[in-house]
């Protein structure tokens, strides 16, 4: 594969990991400003409550103490959240997000003030001396309970904040046709990104007053929502982003700037804020839990009739992104089969939960769990193979989606799937208590914003008078290969090596507008952005090169800093016709062309969704794969143990194939966290698990080893032909687990972690049965 | 506002002193791993830090008279690593190998696992099945507590506001086979749901002896008494192992929380209390 | 409040300072400028801020700096440098074992001392031995891929 490129595709070398292993790279805690104020959150430790008394004057008068803010001090506290495309089924949005909360706490870990002093001990002293009264208000928990008329409303009178459906041919004539029908409750936990590094960073106020904040930014456009608070004009505060300790859609909401745009604007010094391991449980969104109803038919020779699904998430006590994960789970809730009469409806109901936001994954795993269940049950029910089930009704390039979108390019699912299962190789034997089993699951997820979004990204090229190059883009590197992929791109293109392409990134006074780090966007987008800024450069030095040689452009190459003709360029009749990079770079600069470019590259944009109906495209495309998996479930105590692991996706076309296996390696591995042992707990509002001994990810004993199966379509939208893995690797980890736990002990898994308890109790059953 | 002190005593009459000045405001620190989280985490905002780490007096592996005898302060890798251990309780060594993760276990102690009274020290059901004592010093002398009498309720020892522990002692079993099984969340480190420790003494598949002690399913880790006469005398196999264990059930009181229901506990007591036997007695796969 | 003179070697270099009694290892090496040493958790529930002393990897928040003194601290920067690599950190690097890189040092001391240990080990005891160290980017793949690579190699120290 990827034979006519000198970089792209190859294992090409990350361009920070040696700086990574030496311990050089600067992450948002290490940085530190002179006259640095340290600053803590005061939070809630009520789910539902109204605020009668708070009193800062104790913590202000404590020596060292700086500056002490409530609600009241923040210039604009509070924000209407609009949701584009919200349905008037519904009515309008009427959650208003607050900095800092005023009269009101809707949630356990809320924030309620600010305190900045001279060092950290003291800021937490400070703390301790607010006073705050609370009176109680009615609660609710349960999602389910809190979208009925009588339970106790969130923000205004209706704690449904949003209603997707898709309605495709005729439901109740797909079922009649149906010889096998599945229906099933499952249940998805609310998971926890547990990036290893806290969010923190650093702000101060510049000689231009401008108001900067260095931190970890999954999406360095916040500074608009930090100008919006401080009511200041968006060019004066600029947002400087990190290399981030991970990411995962944790970094992606506001976490740290806003508090560290009001400490510096209010106190005029510098100013640090990193949260605690404490904080970061109780103060930033987890994945929406879900509720998922689903009802599924099949002809008897393996032919999907039907498909209906009902979803309800749980939006915790804000809204953030949950109406759009909800319409990534509605989009995707049919997996990628094609299936002739579908039916889903979808709620996102407000609770005195956290709330609930972005997480890799975003809305297509929760409803992959639950489709990849109900195709496993319908193969067995059919009693047929469950590949060959699939394969039946695996969606195809040209195919309609239930929301009436063509697939563009292809979808080599019957291939991900066969390798995936190929790759377990040969099955192991278990025990009296031990038994075996096996299971695969295959699952779609779009990259890119979705297309209402409007999406852009650009970046800006050049080459340097010695030919080398610089690239200027805003985006953020999460530790995925952000810039790498950047750099690849570019010296493919300009014929350099990798050393010679430099990335200036993150900055957003700095670096050209590039977006987010979501959405598995990035290479998608800013890939793009900078294979055109890079191709335009590239014509600027050809053309030039055109006109000094005499030389049609078309017949030049690029090449290792030279300029030869395309054909025969080792022939000496040639030689006399070759251009070194540098020289062609001065003839630009003698007549003021400079060889530089600033490309914007657009998604495809479609109008936004105007009712609760989605029947129009949503997304640019999809990536498409399988996961499977071997485990080993002990029928006495329930426990699982993962014998066996497979992930195989058609990623169009690698940039850095190491990266593309560590983007499927840890994707799985979170998946496999969320399917096992992952729960974020809140018992009546109060989280239980939020440290990282209650919280239980996946440690290196959890896992077995993972092959990876990258596949090469070459038939994405990004660069080169590349698909999107961030997110779509995470999505069919959870099923393909139950659906192996499924094998081994006959007995199916409905709510997500598979607990040792949870198989125990469903064993039990079978057994009273 | 934090106030702490920090003492390091050279020698085990500092120690003592200090502790018998100070009662409880001493704060013990060999590892630390407890300690250090109640600090960071704000729960525990003075006292004087009394740092036994490197105290010569607390470590020491060593056999006497029958007896394993391990140092307060001896981590959990020293024992683990120990030549005496390997050669005279390699049930011990075995057992360790699922306490915490390997960086702990640089750093944690025995001493420092029961010293708190939590019905989840992987230690306690080991301690228990071995028979071991606990040796208290104070300023007025020395006192052996036999283990079954160290755990007075959740959260408190039998050790006194005075006292500090300074030695394990473990008699050395002539005869007979230990299993330790700990049921957690996770195969890397995680608090056990439930933990279970068997030393069978058997004659083929007839018990001589056994002794039975469980971790999670009451506000102290236990020894199964009932369950041990019931087991005592029988001829087992793979039908009446699981049917006798089922008598652990009457002998705990789990309580739900958020690592696991009380039934749950409950019935995978009983599961786990027959894999171990069945272990003793070679006859897990 | 008590502050307490205390002077520890790190890296094989001496380093004093007036700490609180309280002041934990990882407290103590990042006010000292030694921010290779990452504060994940404080806790002892991540690993991230694993340092070598006296040849076992622990988690620096676990212990007290006052604990230390005549010990040898050693951090990620005593390993290699630029132009020359140790070769575990050459083994991340060639594996692409790193991702956002947040928990690597802490997971090479771990797998340092680890190899010092137990020069060739197999996948299982690697496992085994980084199971304090959380990564939640790589799967771990590639992080067992690199240590079993140093320790084929059988040139390790």
Request: proline share 4%; glycine share 8%.
């Amino acid at each position: 594969m990827s034979e006519q490129y000198r970089i792209i595709g190859k294992r090409i070398g990350g361009l920070d990991e040696k700086d990574k292993v030496l311990g050089n790279v600067i992450f948002a805690e290490d940085y530190t400003l002179p006259g640095m104020l340290h600053a803590r959150v005061f939070r809630s430790t009520r789910a539902s409550a109204l605020i009668k008394r708070l009193d800062l004057t104790r913590a202000k008068a404590l020596d060292g103490v700086v500056c002490v803010l409530s609600a009241e001090d923040v210039p604009n506290n509070e924000s209407v959240k609009n949701v584009v495309g919200q349905t008037t089924e519904v009515g309008l949005l009427e959650a208003t997000n607050q900095v800092l909360a005023r009269d009101r706490v809707r949630f356990y870990g809320e924030a309620i003030a600010l305190v900045a002093a001279e060092n950290l001990d003291i800021a937490e002293e400070a703390l301790e001396l607010i006073e705050i009264e609370y009176e109680d208000l009615p609660a609710i928990f349960d999602p389910l309970e809190a979208r009925k008329p009588g339970a106790p409303k969130i923000h205004g009178d209706n704690n449904i904040i949003s209603a997707w459906k898709i309605r495709k041919g005729d439901i109740e004539k797909g079922f009649a046709q149906a010889d096998v029908i599945v229906e099933k409750s499952y249940r998805t936990p609310r998971q926890e990104h547990a990036h290893i590094e806290p969010e923190s960073g650093v702000s101060w106020i510049d000689d231009m007053g401008v108001v900067n904040i260095r931190y970890a930014a999954q999406v360095i456009e916040h500074y608009r929502d930090v100008a919006a608070v401080l009511g200041l004009p968006d060019s004066r505060v600029r947002v400087i982003g990190t290399i981030i300790g991970g990411g995962f859609g944790g970094k992606e909401d506001i976490t740290v700037e806003i508090f560290l745009g009001l400490l510096a604007w209010k106190s005029g010094r510098p100013v640090k804020l990193t949260y605690t391991r404490e904080e970061m449980g109780f103060a930033r969104h987890k994945r929406p839990p879900y509720y998922l109803h689903y009802k599924t038919g099949a002809t008897k020779d393996g032919k999907l009739t039907a498909m209906e699904a009902k979803l309800v998430s749980d939006a915790g006590a804000y809204v953030y992104l949950s109406p759009w994960i909800l319409i990534y789970s509605t989009v995707h809730a049919t997996g990628p089969y094609f299936i002739p009469n579908v039916k889903v409806d979808a709620n996102s109901v407000l609770t005195n939960n956290i709330m609930t936001s972005a997480f890799r994954g975003f809305g297509g795993m929760e409803v992959a769990f639950a489709y990849e269940s109900q195709m496993d049950e319908l193969a067995r029910k059919l009693t047929m193979d469950p590949l060959e089930f699939r394969k039946k009704n695996f969606l195809k390039k040209g195919d309609e989606t239930a929301n009436f979108q063509t697939i563009t390019s292809e979808a080599l699912l019957p291939e991900a799937a066969s390798k995936a299962l190929a790759a377990l190789g040969g099955k192991g034997k278990g025990s009296k208590h031990k038994k075996v089993g096996r299971g695969f699951a295959c699952s779609w997820q779009s990259y890119g914003r979705m297309t209402y979004l409007h999406d852009t990204s650009n970046a800006w090229v050049n080459l340097e008078m010695d030919g080398s190059s610089v690239v200027r883009s805003g985006i953020p590197d999460l530790g995925g290969g952000q810039r790498e992929s950047l750099r690849a791109i570019v010296a493919e293109i300009l014929g350099l090596k990798l050393d010679e392409v430099h990335v200036i990134s993150t900055d957003s006074q700095v670096t050209p507008p590039a977006g987010t780090v979501t959405a598995t966007r990035a290479l998608y987008m800013s890939g793009n952005a900078a294979r055109l800024a890079a191709e335009n450069v590239r014509k600027i030095i050809l053309d030039q090169a055109s006109a000094m040689v005499g030389v049609a452009p078309e017949k030049l190459k690029l090449k290792s800093k030279q300029v030869y003709l395309a054909e025969n360029q080792a022939g000496p009749e040639n030689q006399a016709k070759k251009l070194s990079l540098v020289e062609v770079i001065k003839s630009c600069a003698a007549q003021g062309k400079i060889p530089q470019s600033l490309a914007t590259f657009k998604a495809p944009f479609t109008e936004p969704i105007t009712t609760d109906l989605i029947r129009d495209p949503v997304f640019a495309d999809f990536t498409f794969g399988a996961q499977a998996a071997e485990v080993e479930v002990d029928t006495e105590t329930g426990e699982v143990k993962l014998l066996k692991y497979s992930t195989a996706y058609d990623i169009g076309q690698a940039i850095n194939l190491n990266r593309v296996e560590g983007q499927m390696e840890g994707g799985a591995a979170q998946g496999i966290g969320f399917g096992l042992m992952e729960d974020y707990i809140e018992e009546e509002g109060i989280p239980l698990t939020w440290n990282l001994h209650e919280y239980l990810v996946p440690t290196s004993k959890d896992l077995p080893d993972i092959e990876t199966v990258v596949l090469e379509s070459r038939s994405g939208k990004g660069p080169f032909g590349a698909k999107g893995i961030g997110e779509p690797a995470i999505t069919a980890a959870a099923p393909a687990v139950i659906n192996a736990i499924r094998d081994a002990i006959g007995v199916r898994i409905y709510h997500v972690p598979a607990t040792a308890e949870r198989i125990f109790r469903a064993l039990k059953g079978k057994r009273e049965k | 506002m934090k106030n702490f002190k920090y003492f390091r005593p050279k020698n085990l009459d500092e120690l003592l002193a200090i502790k018998n000045e100070l009662k409880e405001e001493a704060r013990l620190l060999a590892g630390g791993s407890n300690l250090l989280v109640y600090i960071k985490e704000g729960s525990l905002k003075s006292g004087t830090l009394v740092d036994i780490g490197s105290l010569a007096a607390l470590k020491g592996i060593r056999e006497k008279d029958g007896y394993l005898e391990i140092g307060a302060a001896e981590t959990i890798i020293d024992i683990m690593a120990s030549p005496v251990v390997s050669e005279k309780l390699p049930f011990l060594r075995e057992s360790l190998r699922v306490f915490a993760n390997p960086l702990i276990r640089n750093i944690s102690t025995v001493a420092g696992n029961i010293a708190e009274g939590s019905p989840i020290a992987d230690t306690a059901p080991l301690l228990l099945v071995l028979n071991s004592e606990v040796v208290a010093a104070s300023i007025t002398g020395r006192r052996n507590i036999p283990i079954d009498d160290f755990f007075i309720s959740l959260g408190k020892t039998e050790i006194k506001a005075n006292e500090v522990i300074i030695t394990i002692r473990i008699p050395i079993p002539e005869t007979g086979r230990g299993k330790f099984v700990k049921l957690g969340l996770r195969k890397g480190t995680s608090c056990s749901v439930v933990s279970v420790a068997v030393w069978l003494i058997a004659n083929g598949r007839g018990v001589e002896d056994i002794r039975i002690a469980l971790g999670g399913v009451a506000p102290l880790p236990l020894r199964a008494v009932k369950t041990e006469a019931l087991f005592r005398g029988k001829i087992l196999n793979e039908h009446n192992i699981g049917e006798l264990a089922l008598e652990v059930t009457n002998e705990i009181t789990p309580i739900t929380d958020v690592r696991g229901g009380a039934a749950y506990r409950s019935e995978v007591s009983a599961a786990l209390l027959s894999k171990a036997v069945r272990e003793c007695l070679g006859m897990e796969e | 409040m008590e502050l307490y003179e205390v002077d520890l070697m790190v890296n094989n270099r001496a380093v004093s300072a007036r700490i609180k009694a309280e002041t934990t290892l990882l407290d103590f090496l990042r006010e000292n400028n030694f921010i290779e040493v990452k504060r994940g958790c404080s806790k002892g529930d991540c690993g991230a801020c694993t340092v070598i002393i006296d040849g076992r990897p622990v988690p620096s928040c676990m212990t007290l700096a006052l604990q230390c003194p005549g010990k040898k601290i050693y951090t990620v920067k005593s390993l290699g440098s630029w132009d020359k690599l140790h070769p575990l950190q050459q083994a991340f690097v060639d594996h692409e074992a790193v991702q956002c890189g947040f928990c690597t040092p802490g997971m090479l001391m771990t797998a340092k001392a680890f190899l010092s240990d137990q020069p060739h080990p197999s996948r299982e005891e690697i496992r085994e031995a980084i199971s304090g160290n959380l990564c939640r980017c790589t799967g771990y793949q590639k992080i067992v891929d690199a240590i079993e690579s140093v320790g084929k190699g059988g040139e390790y120290e």
